[in-house]
């Protein structure tokens, strides 16, 4: 095996994600293939074909307008992240994996994010089964139909990019709505495990030499989180309108993951590992939105009425409040596309 790759990680904040994709990354055509796993911030249609013949707003107008012009089963007007990870790497567009489980060749790549998944199992969360594991399950599935032997794994495996999340939101969100918001944060280290038990699998069985990593959102922005979590104490609130802990319980997972990502670092020194600091990325837009087009970036584009528009939720008969490039927060719970590629390029 060859331990030729350059050991680092890169933080990265809103100018380097520019260097670090456009130039650094892009310009070396080092990856020809994306394999990438996560929840809603990056499913591009695995859930809408889990789900079969059954009704879906994700199946409908206004979702995907912007970009596809037609919904596609991702959680957003337009792109998600992974949309712009591959175009930043001159990629054509990820396909997701379910629609050809058994007979795609996923020459770029393929991606495994489902709307609802977990880090953890299941049984700590009964919205959805299709938790980081099973995702896992489906690549090493794809893996052995595509690349049989040990060797042809290697291969396939060392000039493709691993895009590991985002992923704990949900294992989060579903502990708060539970009514265990508990400033301590102590499922954390449990959701970190998971994620750095994955990425170990992927270098160990798959081979796998190169991850972006990313960390968790200001969810404390959000206006779901803003509109069901709200306070009478404006004491809860920071200076942008933000939940002060639920942004704290975000910084406390980025920075365990952060160690996380240090202990992998050491253990296996010809990873390539990168930190995608989606938290500093968003708080930017949060802070300075007119810098980017943006109004209110705390209100929902598609919804209802209230502070936050999220009396509604968004669907085909929900209200749009404008054009998505004006918004950052799509439907309360998931960004704009015009968000996404904020965080993605800068
Ligand atoms: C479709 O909806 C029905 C009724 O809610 C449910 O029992 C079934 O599991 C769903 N099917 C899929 C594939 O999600
Ligand atoms: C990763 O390991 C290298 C040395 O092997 C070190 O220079 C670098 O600081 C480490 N990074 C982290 C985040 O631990
Ligand atoms: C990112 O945000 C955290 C939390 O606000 C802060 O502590 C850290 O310094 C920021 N990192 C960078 C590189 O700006
Ligand atoms: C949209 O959601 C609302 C509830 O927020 C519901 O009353 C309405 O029937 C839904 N419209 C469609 C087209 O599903």
Redesign the pocket.
């Given at each position: 095996m060859s331990s030729h790759v350059s050991i680092s990680v890169v933080?990265i904040?809103l100018v380097p994600v520019v260097l670090l994709l456009n130039s650094h990354v892009g310009l070396c055509s080092c990856y020809k293939r994306i394999f990438s796993f996560g929840d809603d911030s990056m499913d591009t249609g695995n859930f809408v074909h889990l789900i079969g013949k059954n009704a879906s707003k994700y199946k409908e107008a206004p979702y995907g307008n912007t970009f596809f012009r037609h919904a596609t089963g991702r959680m957003s007007d337009g792109r998600v992240l992974i949309d712009f990870y591959a175009q930043a790497l001159k990629l054509p567009l990820i396909p997701p994996i379910l629609p050809e489980k058994d007979s795609g060749h996923f020459p770029h790549g393929a991606n495994f994010a489902v709307f609802g998944a977990t880090a953890r199992e299941q049984l700590f969360y009964s919205g959805s089964p299709w938790c980081l594991g099973t995702q896992m399950g489906w690549f090493h599935n794809m893996v052995d139909r595509i690349a049989p032997r040990d060797a042809a794994k290697k291969q396939f495996l060392s000039d493709s990019l691993v895009v590991m999340g985002g992923i704990g939101g949900n294992d989060y969100y579903s502990y708060f709505i539970a009514g265990k918001p508990s400033k301590d944060g102590n499922i954390i280290p449990d959701v970190i495990a998971y994620i750095e038990h994955f990425i170990e699998e992927l270098i160990c069985s798959t081979g796998a030499k190169a991850f972006l990593i990313p960390n968790n959102f200001?969810i404390g922005c959000f206006a779901s989180y803003l509109s069901r979590f709200h306070s009478d104490n404006p004491e809860d609130y920071d200076e942008h309108g933000c939940l002060r802990w639920f942004?704290e319980f975000s910084?406390t997972h980025?920075e365990q993951l952060y160690s996380a990502i240090g202990r992998i670092n050491i253990t296996y020194p010809d990873v390539k590992l990168i930190y995608a600091?989606y938290?500093?990325a968003t708080?930017e837009f949060i802070k300075n939105p007119g810098r980017f087009g943006i109004g209110n970036p705390l209100v929902a584009c598609c919804g209802g009425d209230g502070p936050y528009h999220t009396s509604m939720e968004c669907n085909g008969t929900a209200k749009l409040w404008g054009d998505p490039h004006h918004f950052a927060n799509w439907d309360g719970m998931h960004m704009t596309e015009k968000a996404y590629n904020i965080i993605v390029e800068g």
């Open positions: 933080v904040v200001p942004n910084q980025n600091d938290y500093n708080m």
